[in-house]
């Protein structure tokens, strides 16, 4: 079974421009949650979709956006990219999205440097 | 709002010996889920242990056990037998019951296995 798949794995950027990274989660899994990892800030939830739904909800500015497809894929967007928009972003995907601290499957992120 | 610490930055121990990792968190909440994350340098996340706030015993995983302090906020992963490929981030993590996935992470403790 495949695991987490999230591609690019590196991506290089100017400020100002916008991106979106992707996801696809393990076959049958349905919940995808983003987390944003920086040596500063260290791990921050960003957000979090069930069957295409927005769930919850991290405290970022607006210009974090994401979606969910109907076979669970997941993408975020991050427009008008600052500096400090570098970072790791990890993708997750769960089974069945009961939200009871089932077990979280990690992809190996997307590498986003802003220049 | 929830907070979750690890007081070690580095440590590093010899190969076979027995190690503990130190984590303290703060919540209000009664009932949560507590977990331990390995990041070796693939930067993927990968779970070596989870332990729900209502079950008094201690969680174990083969070479990995917790020692979970509910009164104390305490919740330490002891490694036993430890091997190179042990070598990794380990991060301490919290996640309340209804949260949807929005886990809350301590800095991370960078684990030295030395042959």
């Known amino acids: 079974k495949a695991g987490v798949t999230q591609t690019p794995r590196y991506l290089i950027k100017t400020r100002g421009q916008q991106v979106t990274l992707s996801c696809s989660p393990i076959s049958g899994h349905r919940s995808v949650s983003w987390y944003q990892q920086t040596p500063g800030q260290g791990l921050q939830f960003l957000f979090e979709?069930?069957?295409?739904?927005?769930?919850n909800k991290g405290n970022f500015p607006g210009r974090f956006s994401g979606r969910q497809f109907s076979n669970s894929r997941s993408e975020m967007n991050v427009s008008t990219l600052e500096l400090g928009d570098s970072a790791l972003y990890l993708c997750?995907?769960?089974?069945?999205?009961?939200?009871?601290?089932?077990?979280?499957?990690f992809g190996s992120g997307t590498q986003l440097s802003v220049l | 709002a929830q907070t979750v610490t690890q007081s070690q930055p580095e440590m590093s121990v010899q190969e076979a010996e027995t190690v503990t990792l130190s984590c303290t968190y703060d919540?209000?909440?009664?009932?949560?889920?507590l977990f331990w994350y390995k990041q070796p340098p693939s930067r993927q996340m990968i779970l070596v242990i989870r332990q729900e706030a209502y079950k008094q015993q201690n969680a174990t995983e083969n070479r990995f056990s917790v020692n979970f302090q509910k009164a104390a906020k305490s919740f330490s992963l002891k490694i036993s037998d430890s091997q190179l490929g042990d070598t990794a981030m380990y991060f301490c993590?919290?996640?309340?019951?209804?949260?949807?996935?929005?886990?809350?992470w301590g800095a991370g403790t960078k684990l030295i296995i030395k042959p």
């Open positions: 979709y069930f069957s295409e739904t927005q769930r």
């Open positions: 993590a919290f996640m309340e019951v209804h949260s949807n996935y929005q886990l809350i």
């Open positions: 919540t209000s909440e009664s009932n949560y889920y």
């Open positions: 997750a995907s769960s089974l069945a999205g009961r939200g009871g601290g089932e077990k979280l499957f």
